[in-house]
Nanobody
Framework: RFSLQASGGGLVQAGGSLRLSCATS????????IGWFRQAPGKEREGVAC????????HYADSVKGRFTISNNNTKNTVYLQMNSLKAEDTAVYYC???????????????????WGKGTQVTVSS
């Protein structure tokens, strides 16, 4: 049974950093695409970053390129999102998800994963 749990959110000042963790179980990170997504109040859920274990492909939303880094530790079955130079517009609930496409369409990451964890709130004060 797929299980994902995001953690590491919090309140941070603009320009600061946070590292989110996604603890997974019930599947192997080597076998599935996995990604980070976020949803701000009143907005649609959007893709932030995703990675493919098959060819090493990593995609980032244009809004976070150069600031966010997705990585994984297969030994710990954990995926991370290092977020630097945070901005007020990064404020959202962040989710990790797996089993779906890791791809870009019309300039945006596709949001179509089958398994989702509970989110973690990130609030950036300006």
């Amino acid at each position: 049974r797929f299980s994902l749990q995001a953690s590491g959110g919090g309140l941070v000042q603009a320009g600061g950093s946070l590292r989110l963790s996604c603890a997974t179980s019930g599947f192997t990170l080597d076998d599935y695409h996995i990604g980070w997504f976020r949803q701000a109040p009143g907005k649609e859920r959007e893709g932030v970053a995703c990675m493919s274990p098959f060819d090493g492909t990593i995609h980032y939303a244009d809004s976070v390129k150069g600031r966010f880094t997705i990585s994984n530790n297969n030994t710990k079955n954990t995926v991370y999102l290092q977020m630097n130079s945070l901005k007020a517009e990064d404020t959202a609930v962040y989710y990790c998800a797996a089993e779906g496409p890791c791809a870009v369409e019309a300039g945006r990451l596709i949001v179509d994963m089958d398994y989702w964890g509970k989110g973690t709130q990130v609030t950036v004060s300006s």
